[in-house]
């Protein structure tokens, strides 16, 4: 069995059968790798051997397992402590959804010890299926990693997959459908964290009906963020400095861009690292795919004027995209049991579950959810505190040497490729709540 990438979506991972990891990986790398690891990090627990990917289930020694990414991003004491997303709603907005996420999530959670998934399955659209594309496996196997990837770090926390028949492919494709569920979350007050393993290409959007599309979008996020108080995780892409240029999703643009609703200035956008453990320690690179730069359609939100002078002129005055990191490198992938069999998975789409479980694990602490948490991320950046609460990635860079598209390198702080970095979530979540209260 190959890999399985969706072709027609801008935002996918990358699914990797263990006998064909290597070939995968170099099949669909966009980007040089660079060859060093550098990470300011020395404060997460120590990684060991016990730690890793059970050799039951045939994965690589890359292979990082939940408990490595929790203790990588400080999360593990705080599940120790009891703060595991405990009266928390993670909302998942796929299409189709996957016919076997039960049963697969009941030997994901036999084989890491963890406690039965709290997971309910919600398809409020009647309007009849549509998948011109053929892809609803690959959405069954999307909505998989991103059920087991919440459930790994906020293991407490309920899931609500909500389903639309259509498929979401680029342009306005499928954006619509998934409006209505946007509306859907805030009308039934299913849950105050959304997150998004999909997006459509900037470029596919600057028609009449697209911008049309997008404001209706601005409208809807904004009264869900300020109004009701919901958190919103967009992963930033799989393409680098570029993205599709078609509704088909097979042709790179020759330009940098990005991707909504990635781009939205109301989502936190999360980009993408390469994780290793070097002598018991995670570190961490920028991966090359990780989609990352500046929107054509949104200007520079208040919440990044922030950040440093030198940093804010390659912005002329454009949102910058992403604000946050996690892993997404498919060559130092995730587990995940899909459709019957082990598979490691890669890509921004893993990256953005990953903060939606670290959200879930800060509204326990909190007491109350944060919300739009994007001006407390850049506040703290701009602290004393800013190398305790993220792993800032300096390593690394995003061109997409297949479109020929020259990317951005990763920095010292904020840059269009890992953002502010990776979570240190021990230090990041009370640094957030204690923003909350100011």
Known sequence: MTHMRSQ??????????????????????????PSAITDTRSKTDMITAADACTATIGMPGSCVSPVTLRKAYGIEPLIAKGDTGKGQTVVDIVSFGSPTLQQDMDVFDRTFALPPVNLQVIAPLTMPEQDPHHDKQGWGSETTLDVQIIHALAPDAKIVVLESPVAETEGTIGLPQFRQLEQYVIDHKLGNIVTHSWG????????????????????????????????????????????????????????????????????????????????????????????????????????????????????????????????ADPSTGFPVYDNGSWALIGGTSASAPQWA??????????????????????????????????????????????????????????????????????????????????
């Open 357 to 438: 479980a670290i959200v879930a694990i800060a509204n326990q602490m909190a007491g109350h959810p944060l919300g739009f948490i994007n001006p407390a991320l850049y506040q703290i950046a701009s602290s004393n505190a800013y190398h305790q609460d993220f792993n800032d990635i300096t390593n690394g860079n995003n061109t997409n040497v297949t479109a020929d598209v020259k990317g951005y390198p990763a920095a010292i702080g904020w840059d269009p490729i890992t953002g502010l970095g990776t979570p240190d979530a021990q230090n990041l979540i009370p640094a957030l709540i204690a923003q909350d209260k100011n």
């Open 8 to 33: 027609k979506r801008m935002l996918w991972p990358l699914f990797f059968i263990f006998a064909l990891l290597l070939t995968a990986c170099s099949s669909t790398s966009t980007a040089t790798k």
């Open 200 to 327: 459509a290409s900037e470029l596919t959007l600057t028609d009449s009906a697209g911008r049309a599309e997008l404001a209706q979008w601005d409208t809807l996020l904004k009264t869900g963020t300020l109004t009701d108080k919901i958190t919103y995780l967009s992963s930033s892409g799989d393409n680098g400095a570029t993205d599709y240029s078609d509704l088909n999703g097979t042709q790179l643009g020759k330009v940098p861009t990005t991707s909504f609703v990635a781009s939205s200035p109301w989502t936190t956008s999360v980009g993408g690292s390469q994780l290793n453990v070097v002598n018991g320690q995670a570190q961490e690179t920028a991966w090359n795919g990780s989609g990352g730069g500046f929107s054509r359609f949104y200007t520079t939100p208040d919440y990044q004027k922030t950040l440093p002078s030198e940093t804010l002129q390659q912005f002329q005055n454009r949102r910058g995209v992403p604000d946050v990191a996690a892993l």
